[in-house]
């Protein structure tokens, strides 16, 4: 099994629809991260949770929403897609030290 | 704030050639930098890493070395392989904005045979 595993690999949903995306993590690692990969614009981060009960807004938090189920599990929400959240998104774990261990993505699509 | 950005891409090779991605950050103070490699429908793994001015990141044939004086970065290897064909991407991590890493825009590298 991955270390990161993101739920689900690909997904098409229409305009204003809520969508939910999972993550989940072996590593036992206590910070968790949601970032957005668009072309040309590299990652950029969308939230990031160092334990349950602390959740940051990264730089592009709008239009998103997170949830730490558990140390294990953080969630990233869309309340109410719009076709320019169409992106690849990764979610990612640390240490706080220097390695980031990255899920494998998810590819959503906004129509 | 602190920001990374790589040379535009894409970039073209034949097996063998030598590779050179240039990557420049902003930042205060002292970061540490990091070279990520993306290959096709994967996330990202860390390919190598400097914490310190003058360090030297190596892994896999690839080169990077911490410059302070020109702020940067470059990736470098000697000889290519078609198996090197990925998306690149250089980022920053200070501690005091916990541990968050900084990308680049990302250059895409395809080697031809």
């Known amino acids: 099994d991955a270390d990161v595993t993101q739920t689900p690999r690909n997904r098409i949903t229409k305009t204003g629809k809520r969508i939910m995306l999972e993550c989940s993590q072996t590593k036992g690692h206590d910070r968790m991260y949601w970032y957005r990969q668009d072309p040309g614009l590299g ?19 709008d239009g998103y929403s997170v949830s730490r189920q558990a140390q294990a599990k953080f969630s990233l929400s869309l309340e109410s897609a719009i076709p320019n959240q169409t992106a690849l998104y990764f979610c990612a774990t640390s240490t706080g030290n220097y390695g980031y261990t990255f899920g494998s993505g998810t590819r959503l699509t906004v129509v | 704030g602190n920001s990374v950005t790589q040379m535009e891409g894409p970039v073209t090779l034949s097996e063998e050639a030598f590779l050179t991605i ?7 103070g002292y970061p540490s930098l990091f070279w990520y490699v993306q290959y096709p429908g994967e996330g990202l793994q860390l390919l190598l890493k400097a914490t310190k001015a003058d360090d030297k990141g190596s892994n896999k044939g690839f080169e990077a070395t911490y410059r302070k004086e020109t702020t940067s970065f470059h990736l470098e290897k000697g000889s290519v392989q078609v198996s090197d064909s990925a998306v690149y991407f250089c980022a920053l991590r200070k501690e005091t904005s916990g541990s968050r890493l900084t990308f680049g825009e990302g250059t895409q590298l395809t080697v031809n045979p």
């Open chain 1, 43 to 61: 990652l950029r981060l969308i939230y990031y949770s160092f334990d349950v009960k602390d959740i940051n807004k990264g730089e592009i938090s």
């Open chain 2, 22 to 28: 240039n990557c420049t950050y902003t930042a205060t």
